[in-house]
């Protein structure tokens, strides 16, 4: 049974920093993409970054500002949120694949979820 586990949510200021964690357990980290969703209040789900093997990919929102990485011996995945805004506020959640498939940018294309972390970013 495969588990992601969030966390590094909280309250920061415009301009700060975060850095959210995604543990995976439950089987082979390495050989899956991974990504980073976010959900505000009254909107869809909405895609923040992924990473497969060595590739990244942003959503344009956040591009130049967050950070995708994985660190395998330790089955855990990253974001780096640097330079927040106000508009970042959101559940952030992580996610993984069953299989290797196409679609890293749509919540479609996932079949793990973890439970969420709220980040919050005031003005």
């Known amino acids: 049974q495969v588990q992601l586990v969030e966390s590094g949510g909280g309250l920061v200021q415009a301009g700060g920093s975060l850095r959210l964690s995604c543990a995976q357990s439950?089987?082979?980290?390495?050989?899956?993409?991974m990504g980073w969703f976010r959900q505000a209040p009254g909107k869809e789900r909405e895609f923040v970054a992924a990473i497969l093997d060595e590739s990244t990919f942003y959503g344009d929102s956040v591009k130049g500002r967050f950070t995708i990485s994985r660190d395998n011996a330790k089955t855990t995945m990253y974001l780096q949120m640097n330079s927040l805004k106000p508009e970042d506020t959101a559940v952030y959640y992580c996610?993984?694949?069953?299989?290797?498939?196409?679609?890293?940018?749509?919540?479609?294309?996932?079949?793990?979820w973890g439970q969420g972390t709220q980040v919050t970013v005031s003005s």
């Open positions: 996610a993984t694949q069953r299989s290797r498939s196409p679609g890293l940018g749509t919540p479609r294309g996932y079949d793990y």
């Open positions: 439950g089987r082979t980290f390495s050989s899956y993409a």
